[in-house]
């Protein structure tokens, strides 16, 4: 869950974006965005994502949305 956006006290989103890595190793990262859209400040993040044989479900080699997560909670409270 999100804490609201301090500056502005409207709701907090999250904005993923995915762009190629290496095609060749079927990698790729998935951007996030997680913020305030209103007042436009974020806090960014990224992770690593592999997928393996024809799983419609990546691995996720370095996953740091919950960071992302926890640190915009943590920015917004103080």
Request: glycine share 6%; hydrophobic share 30%; charged share 25%.
């Amino acid at each position: 869950m999100l804490a609201p956006c301090p500056f502005c006290g409207g709701r907090a989103a999250a904005i993923i974006t995915t762009r190629d890595a290496e095609p060749l190793k079927r990698t790729y990262f998935e951007d996030y965005r997680v913020g305030c859209m209103r007042c436009n400040v974020y806090i960014k993040g990224s992770s690593l994502c592999k997928l393996i044989g024809y799983s419609p479900s990546p691995v996720k080699i370095r996953d740091d949305y919950p960071e992302t997560v926890r640190k915009w909670n943590y920015y917004a409270s103080a």
